[in-house]
């Protein structure tokens, strides 16, 4: 198991859920959270896959959500 730790601006339910639809089709991520209290809307992927931390970014970039490695 990965874990993958990111800095976002997923900060409401209407960002939130956008990035609940982009992972759903990604069958790798098991579990995924966003810390919103967290002044870095701190997003939290387990992965069990070869997934990276740029093809996580480009899936955010592309539904216009900032996404950075945090580690």
């Not at 874990?3 to 069958?27: G, W, Y």
């Not at 992965?47 to 990276?52: A, D, E, M, P, Y």
Request: hydrophobic share 40%.
């Amino acid at each position: 198991m990965n874990i993958l730790v990111f800095k976002t601006n997923i900060d409401n339910m209407q960002k939130l859920a956008s990035v609940n639809n982009s992972f759903s089709e990604i069958s790798e991520i098991n579990h995924w959270s966003v810390d919103m209290e967290d002044i870095d809307n701190v997003l939290r992927i387990e992965t069990s896959g070869n997934i990276l931390e740029s093809n996580i970014i480009d899936l955010l970039g592309d539904i216009d959500l900032y996404c950075r490695d945090l580690i």
